[in-house]
């Protein structure tokens, strides 16, 4: 009953949200025919002196087909639309089984209270059908490039596609996390997203073209800058932040345990 409410709690955002990402995805797909490619290299150049000498070594990797999507989808347009639909997702499904909290539903987050579940299992549950949805909204675009990218006379690896997708997802567990512990302190879904916002931008400022991410930022592992560059997976990054959302999410539960109806 649990996954079967949170699910119709969040599918109205999670589709729109699914949506509008597989259309960007299919805009930019179809952008990207060898002529604007001829451009996007010519305009790498042209920047090129711009750059540090690390990132000018990058130009042949970058004016590939592979580097073109991974620029502009992978390290620009997913990396800042995805953390805002995650902190937005994850404020408004909490606030959903909450019944202290200002604007929702009083029968529903009583209802929920009221199951034969513990509020551990509750918060929980949906902080997983959010994770997943999250997942999903992540891979399912992003398999458009390597799925269609022939027709356009490109070519983005599958694999490649898959890993960008679970390192984005799996790296930003964390504002998942966060915004449920914000929303459990602060009761409040409109600060909640505002300051989760907040953060989105500050940790993507100021907004580096090509440069890495410094390795304390989460969008360091999120952008799959190191599969891109050196084609290895950033585990013990990846493991480091999976744990902080753990801790981050299990305080929430203790908070939303103690909480007083």
């Known amino acids: 009953m649990l996954w079967q409410k949170g699910w119709w709690e969040t599918r109205r955002g999670f589709l729109l949200f699914l949506v509008m990402l597989t259309t960007i995805a299919t805009i930019l797909l179809y952008a990207s025919e060898p002529v604007d490619l001829a451009n996007w290299t010519s305009s790498l150049q042209a920047r090129a002196t711009r750059w540090t000498e690390n990132s000018r070594q990058l130009l042949p990797l970058l004016s590939s087909y592979h580097g073109y999507v991974w620029s502009y989808w992978f390290k620009l347009l997913l990396l800042v639309m995805w953390p805002i639909y995650a902190i937005t997702s994850g404020a ?30 509750v918060l929980l549950t949906h902080a997983v059908v959010v994770g997943v949805e999250m997942v999903l909204i992540a891979l399912a675009p992003s398999l458009m490039f390597p799925i269609t990218s022939h027709l356009t006379g490109g070519r983005f690896p599958f694999g490649s596609a898959v890993v960008h997708a679970l390192l984005l997802s799996l790296g930003g567990t964390v504002f998942i996390s966060l915004s449920v512990l914000l929303t459990v302190i602060l009761n409040n879904q409109g600060i ?39 084609g290895q997976i950033p585990w013990l990054g990846l493991l480091a932040w999976l744990a902080i959302a753990a801790a981050i999410l299990s305080l929430a539960v203790r908070i939303y345990e103690r909480r007083d109806f």
């Not at 959903?96 to 200002?102: K, L, V």
């Not at 300051?195 to 592992?221: K, Q, S």
């Open 192 to 230: 909640v997203i505002a300051i989760g916002m907040g953060i989105v931008i500050a940790l993507f400022l100021p907004i580096r073209e090509i440069e890495e991410f410094p390795l304390w930022n989460v969008y360091h592992v999120m952008s799959g800058e190191t599969y891109f560059r050196y």
């Open 92 to 121: 408004t499904l909490v606030a959903a089984s909450c019944p202290w909290m200002g604007g929702a539903p009083g029968t529903a987050g009583l209802f929920t209270v009221s199951l034969p579940v513990s509020r551990r299992r």
